[in-house]
């Protein structure tokens, strides 16, 4: 704060001040200051005030969004875990021609050995271990194994050591291994951001995945698929709910509009689960189609454990989001404009088409992006009744978060659906232009 | 003058709080009726004995993201948690979780038996205190599935003779080892066929031919329901929650015993607690997993203590008075063809396979 009053009492002599003098010299404040610097000062205050009453949010906002963001984008390329762990053998792998299919000389194992002695003391061999087996299976057992035997060796008496660690495991004689260790050494990796797009980080460069093992790209391609799919049922079920929400007298509004807000009000957990009650083959739907004798008992809609159930589920969850901006923006709408198109000859149709409907569209607008944003990093509607087919990439998130703990991956796949949506919000803004959304 | 007071007050009030909140700890579970039976035959006996005053937590599903999250935080708020053996692993590996001296840290079985021949071949990790023995395993409709129910695993991709949906864990852990054996690999190779990629693929072509008559659960719950509401004439889930479907709920469904898979829950402490607060999680831990006490939990529910020695001690359902013993996954008679879950091989291959499930399971 000091800092930024300072300059005001140190510019007497500069030339800003200096040029809004006349001949008879700078115009005054009551107070006997140049008016130019009075004013300054009175906005200057003005505007500290304003940040003052802003910066709690601003804090918050920074606490609790911006920083754990930015750390997020982070660990998506950090990858010093390697380096950190095994810092003798890195510098010695570097050395090493991994095209060679030979195995490394004994100065990389005398400084391995010293490295694993240290890091078993520290427990952090059994981390490196995890780390490595997302990229090659059967690494994290090798240096747990590995561990147990090596914390006997001494790296000042024991030397040679090559012959000794491959007796320990036979894996550690095996080139791959130590190419791996060797392209995982890096201290910031693509690696990540790779595996998130079904490819893998190898000596030769980037390769694809083997073909049994891609998924996510598929995840990526099904989650933008379906967000769209359940906006526009959206738009479809929320507009004319709008409409006759704006249309109605005030008082039926607002008894219909409860109806809209509350399961707004529900929690996400029991609304999902009332799905799966009537949605399941022996669920509410479809006894009551078996018993209308729509459906026969034997073939009973599956509509739940796939993509439908998906949809059906979380079009009802979301539909508030998509009702309500349009509901706001149709009642600003004046009804003369209809009524003076049908009283120059315009049918319902083209009243409604040519002169409502492009009013009502910042609404559709907004409530598209809420909408749309919501569906794409949904979770745990997609987790209940999505069964296989109709899970987002965002249960993956959540498996590498809280079972794989491959943190890494959780965060390059999170920041490429960031960057989506991102993406997507500007083409929005290019193509409609986000001047025309309005929330009310 | 008032302000010092008020302010020396609050001071006070604070220490007190303080002074309090030292006889607290916390300790996570999974929740539900597991939780309940942690808290009549652990806590409320310890809290009786010591003073001490237990919270629970239900955050053992987020336990191992949780604890590392806290860790890197450098502010572990939990004292004891409750695990399945996989997950004790991976925190041991990660440094996260104390290690455990069995011997001098554990009490003895009363015959004076080390708690590390007590406990034998269940001390799967060096940070983890086996607590109870549970299966996932399958139970069935047995007003679904006609005249001849059931016997064998086999039976559960059989879809002539048992047409109809069955629900299965959306995770390769289980099914995997089940459709090998039921591919006719012998069940002391099912581990190196799945090392192997041709034999993932071989598991992945046995559950094919089921694909489409599968419901694939998450939670726990699950199979209990659709088999309460006849979505499913089959399913897999843990053996406790069977029990309640049979004995508490009385509904229309029977164990299938055989291949069941069993795993073990127990007890973690986490790394970096303070001195004293460690050593009152090690006090617990050595009143809540002595030979009466696991003896205990299973009056509540139907998981297998740890302890070779609390076997014989289990006794009656606390509230519906049966007998407990034949619906422990260790009973004799139902543990005739059994699985115990292969930690090292799941470790290892987990993230590989899985991936390959998860692609498979979208095709």
Not at chain 2, 311 to 317: D, I, K, M, N, W
């Amino acid at each position: 704060m000091g800092r930024k009053v300072r300059p005001i009492h140190t510019n007497t002599s500069d030339g800003d001040i200096m040029s809004d003098t006349t001949d008879s010299g700078p115009m005054l404040a009551a107070d006997g200051t140049p008016l130019k610097r009075s004013l300054s000062r009175a906005l200057r205050r003005q505007k500290m005030r304003a940040l003052m009453l802003v910066a709690p949010l601003l804090i918050f906002v920074l606490i609790s969004f911006i920083f754990p963001i930015g750390s997020m984008l982070f660990r998506s390329v950090e990858n010093d875990i390697v380096a950190d762990t095994l810092p003798l053998t890195v510098v010695e792998l570097q050395k090493w021609d991994a095209e060679s299919g030979e195995l490394p000389d004994e100065a990389l194992y005398a400084a391995f050995a010293s490295d694993m002695v240290k890091a078993i003391a520290a427990k952090e061999h059994t981390k490196l271990g995890t780390r490595l087996n997302y990229e090659q299976t059967g690494l994290s057992s090798l240096f747990r194994k590995s561990g147990r035997k090596m914390k006997k060796l001494d790296p000042a008496e024991d030397a040679p050591f090559k012959e000794k660690i491959i007796k320990i495991d036979k894996k550690w004689g095996d080139v791959e291994t130590w190419r791996a260790i060797k392209t995982h050494s890096v201290r910031i990796t693509n690696g990540y951001f790779l595996n998130a797009v079904d490819m893998r980080r190898t000596p030769e460069g980037a390769q694809a995945q083997p073909e049994d093992k891609q998924i996510l790209i598929t995840l990526f391609q099904r989650t933008l698929l379906m967000s769209l799919m359940i906006t526009g049922s959206c738009i479809l079920l929320g507009y004319p709910v709008a409409w006759i929400l704006a249309n109605l007298p005030a008082r039926t509004a607002n008894v219909l509009m409860i109806l809209v807000l509350l399961p707004f009000w529900t929690s996400l957990l029991v609304r999902t689960s009332a799905w799966k009650v009537m949605l399941q083959q022996q669920g509410v739907i479809n006894e009551v189609l078996v018993w209308l004798g729509m459906v026969a008992d034997d073939s009973r809609l599956a509509l739940i454990n796939n993509q439908t159930g998906t949809i059906i589920a979380m079009t009802h969850i979301l539909l508030p989001f998509m009702i309500l901006p349009m509901y706001s923006v149709m009642q600003t709408i004046k009804p003369h404009y209809v009524r003076a198109a049908k009283s120059m000859g315009a049918t319902d149709w083209t009243a409604f088409w040519r002169v409502y409907f492009p009013q009502s569209v910042p609404g559709i607008g907004a409530g598209s992006i809420l909408v749309f944003i919501l569906a794409i990093g949904y979770y745990i509607t997609p987790e209940i009744v999505g069964g296989t087919k109709g899970v987002f990439i965002s249960n993956r998130i959540a498996y590498h978060i809280s079972s794989s703990l491959n943190w890494g991956l959780a965060a390059a796949l999170g920041t490429i659906l960031l960057a989506v949506v991102l993406i997507l919000y500007w083409a929005y803004d290019k193509i409609v232009g986000i001047d025309n959304v309005k929330l009310g | 003058m008032k302000l010092t007071k008020i302010f020396m007050a609050s001071t006070a009030l604070a220490f007190a709080a303080g002074a309090v909140a030292a006889e607290e700890m916390t300790i996570v579970s999974w929740g539900g009726a597991y939780s309940k039976s942690q808290m009549k035959a652990y806590h409320e006996p310890y809290s009786a004995k010591t003073g001490v005053n237990i919270i629970n937590d239900d955050s053992s599903a987020e336990a191992v993201s949780k604890l590392r999250a806290m860790n890197e935080a450098g502010n572990v708020t939990w004292d004891v948690v409750d695990v399945v053996a996989s997950d004790a692993i991976r925190l041991c590996d990660e440094g996260l979780a104390e290690e455990i001296d069995f011997n001098t840290q554990l009490a003895p079985a009363p015959d004076g038996t080390s708690a590390e021949d007590d406990f034998g071949a269940l001390l799967v990790s060096d940070c983890f205190i086996p607590q109870i023995v549970y299966s996932t395993t399958f139970g069935y409709r047995t007003d679904l599935v006609g005249d001849t129910p059931p016997t064998e695993i086999c039976d559960v991709f059989d879809l002539e003779a048992y047409p109809g949906k069955r629900s299965l864990e959306k995770r390769p852990i289980g099914n995997m080892e089940w459709a090998l054996l039921c591919d006719g690999v012998a069940k002391d190779e099912i581990y190196e066929v799945l090392e192997t990629s041709e034999g993932q693929d071989r598991a992945l072509a046995k559950l094919d031919t089921i694909k489409d008559s599968v419901i694939w659960w998450s939670a726990g719950a699950d199979t209990p329901q659709l088999l309460a509401d006849g979505e499913v004439i089959m399913g897999s889930t843990f053996n406790g929650r069977l029990f309640s479907v049979i004995e508490e709920q009385n509904q229309p469904v029977a164990m299938l015993w055989d291949a069941q898979m069993f795993d073990l829950d127990g007890w973690i402490i986490p790394a970096g607690l303070s001195e004293e607060r460690k050593a009152r999680a090690l006090d617990y831990i050595y009143f809540a997993t002595d030979t009466q006490r696991l003896a205990d939990q299973a009056k509540f529910i139907s998981y297998g203590p740890a302890r070779a020695s609390s076997a014989p001690l289990v006794s009656t359902h606390a509230e519906l008075g049966i007998e407990m013993a034949p619906h422990m996954p260790t009973d004799p008679a139902n543990a005739q063809n059994t699985f115990l879950y292969n930690y090292e091989f799941w470790a290892d291959y987990r993230d590989d396979i899985d991936a390959k499930f998860q692609a498979w399971l979208a095709k």
